[in-house]
């Protein structure tokens, strides 16, 4: 298996990693896991700042390719969707934090261009009653 470029959507931001892409997941090496999203292998789990998750199971997150990418997912309770032949996947929030940002009716920010190209932020919407259409071509 070659390793290529993959780009990692996490949440919204995307960073371009080193990837195996093998025909049981995908793979990223322990280094770009944590320049991506933060989170460091050590001995008592995946940890991120002060957070640490136990791994149950060290021999299938991790192998000589790297970190199972859907593997971290399940870890992390976050959802993952994966294109590997256009090289791409995406990390969502985890369910705890969409739980919190629902309750809290709090949508987060974003920042998209009208017709016109001129950039509109939800920001500076707050307070305000917004209807937000959104369309997609697929």
Not at 18 to 47: F, H, M, N, S, Y
Not at 51 to 61: K, S
């Amino acid at each position: 298996m070659a390793t290529r470029s993959f780009t990692l959507i996490d949440e919204s931001r995307p960073v371009v990693v080193d990837a195996t892409v093998r025909r049981d997941g995908i793979r990223l090496a322990v280094d770009a896991v944590e320049r991506a999203l933060g989170w460091q292998l050590k001995p008592e789990g995946l940890c991120k700042d002060e957070t640490c998750v136990p791994v149950r199971d060290r021999a299938a997150l991790l192998d000589a390719d790297g970190i199972d990418l859907a593997g971290l997912a399940r870890l992390l309770d976050r959802p993952l969707a994966t294109e590997p032949s256009e090289g791409v996947a995406v990390l969502g929030g985890s369910a705890m934090d969409r739980a919190a940002r629902l309750s809290a009716m709090d949508a987060p920010d974003l920042v998209l261009p009208d017709l016109s190209g001129r950039l509109h932020s939800l920001r500076d919407q707050r307070g305000k009653k917004t209807l937000l259409i959104a369309w997609a071509s697929w």
